[in-house]
């Protein structure tokens, strides 16, 4: 069964294939198949519909079910901020080497000498899974697999931890560069308590194993799974 990946982000790739291994699924990108479009306009208040809004948009330009993520930081003090908009917090724009430093900084300007108890937080993932609804097969769909599967699958991976504070070794409000030289994003400043560790600090194998995009994709694949041994 060959799937789209819909996501340009090689992390994400990785992660989701470190996982979803079994060689009756091939998982396709959209470089490998040679689309090249416009991406949609995330413009859901949810993870789960810009999730399965990406997911519908790619598997009806490509021909073949495909699936997506959504994924962000939800912290309580900021009533679940930046959520949707996690990538996009601080309004900057470019790379990654310029838009994580500055997503990390107003992370920390707006929790501020919060102590520790008051940074509770959590990595979310939704995954949708969507079968094209156009006639047209672009990636080559392989027959019966539109009849898999009648309406998106979706998924939610979470792991939960706080961002580091006042007392944390290399925490300082206006450095946001964080602990951990592994990950991307907000790994650097999130601290998972029970292994006294960021999620920069782990292991690709371990964070893998852990990560809310490693439990959106086991529960993802337990589900595609579930339909193809039917």
């Known amino acids: 069964m060959k799937c789209l990946l819909a996501t340009s982000n090689p992390h ?6 470190a996982v979803i291994t079994d060689p009756s699924l091939t998982i396709v990108t959209l470089k490998d198949i040679g689309l090249e479009i416009d991406e949609p306009v995330e413009d859901q208040p949810t993870f789960e519909g810009n ?9 009806d330009a490509s021909g073949l079910p495909c ?18 908009f996690s990538a996009r917090y601080s309004g900057m724009t ?6 994580d430093p500055a997503n990390n900084q107003k992370l920390l300007d707006e929790l501020g000498d919060r102590p520790v108890e008051q940074r509770t937080a959590r990595f979310v993932c939704a995954m949708a899974m969507c079968n094209p609804e156009t006639g047209t097969e672009k990636g080559g769909t392989e027959k019966g697999v539109r009849n898999l599967f009648d309406k998106p699958i979706i998924v939610r991976g979470t792991i939960e931890g706080r961002i580091l504070g006042p007392g944390d070794a290399g925490y300082a ?3 946001p560069k964080g602990i ?3 990950g991307f994003g907000y790994d650097p400043l999130f601290y998972v308590p029970e ?3 960021t999620t920069a600090q782990l292991s690709p194998e371990h964070k893998n194993q852990i990560s809310h995009r490693g439990h959106a994709s086991r529960l993802m694949w337990d589900q595609l799974k579930a339909l193809i041994n039917r």
Not at 12 to 17: D, R
Not at 51 to 59: F, G, H, S, V
Not at 94 to 99: E, F, I, L, N, Q
Request: proline share 2%.
């Open 12 to 17: 994400k790739l990785q992660e989701i294939q």
């Open 94 to 99: 470019g790379g990654r080497d310029v838009v």
């Open 173 to 175: 409000v206006d450095n």
């Open 51 to 59: 999730a399965q809004l990406k997911a519908q948009y790619y598997a």
């Open 195 to 197: 292994l006294g560790k």
């Open 180 to 182: 951990g030289e592994n």
């Open 67 to 84: 699936f997506a993520d959504d994924s962000g930081l939800e912290v309580d003090a900021l009533n679940g901020a930046p959520g949707v």
